[in-house]
């Protein structure tokens, strides 16, 4: 009985490890969002998926044109396009529109982001009349909390709680007009959770 010779070969195999989904955030602050997942991404050190954050301090609309205009002309494809804003004083429904047509996701918060940095703290139920009766609870819980210098270890240990929150307030992440609601729980659940 012969047995079969094994072929040898000098090449090697092509990896089979499938390719880290990448997912593109484009922040429509200045500064604050930006700061937050970008800690949120390095304490989460989730190397299943490849998070780039950028910021465009514009109105909703423009940070939505942005966003697609950046994974267009980006050197690399982006599985996930999601852009990151506040209701404020805008009005979103373009914004939400271009962004269903474009295929991009939203994490927006009512009345602003520091409603997001609240919940990391405590739950906030009732109508929110603009960031400026969400900045004196968030400074109750971070002294000397400021806009312009977020610091990611201010809300690092509340995540979770957070997103709880944020959930109860929003379970479908999409009730953009609601006031407060914030949909950033289900960002924050695809950086930490993806695989």
């Known amino acids: 009985m012969a047995v079969a010779r094994r072929e040898t070969s000098t090449r090697r195999r092509p990896p089979s490890r499938t390719p880290r989904p990448s997912i593109l955030v484009v922040c429509g602050s200045a500064r ?27 109105d909703p609309l423009k940070v939505v044109r942005s966003a697609v205009e950046l994974a267009e002309r980006g050197r690399r494809d982006f599985d996930q396009v999601w852009c990151v804003f506040d209701v404020d004083d805008f009005d979103i429904a373009s914004a939400v529109r271009a962004a269903k047509q474009q295929g991009v996701e939203l994490a927006v918060s009512n009345p602003c982001f520091e409603l997001w940095l609240l919940l990391h703290h405590e739950a906030c139920n009732g109508h929110c009349r603009g ?47 609601a006031n407060p609601s914030s949909s950033v729980w289900r960002l924050v659940e695809t950086i930490v959770e993806a695989s």
């Not at 000397?144 to 307030?169: E, I, Q, T």
């Open 32 to 58: 604050t969002e930006e700061v937050y997942l970008r800690g949120l991404r390095d304490a989460a050190a989730n190397r299943a998926v490849d998070v780039t954050v950028v910021n465009r301090p514009k």
């Open 131 to 177: 960031c400026g009766a969400v900045m004196p609870k968030l400074k109750k819980h971070v002294k000397g909390y400021d806009k312009s210098r977020p610091r990611f270890a201010d809300f690092s240990a509340g995540v979770v709680d957070a997103c709880d929150r944020a959930r109860a307030l929003d379970p479908t992440g999409n009730a953009f007009g």
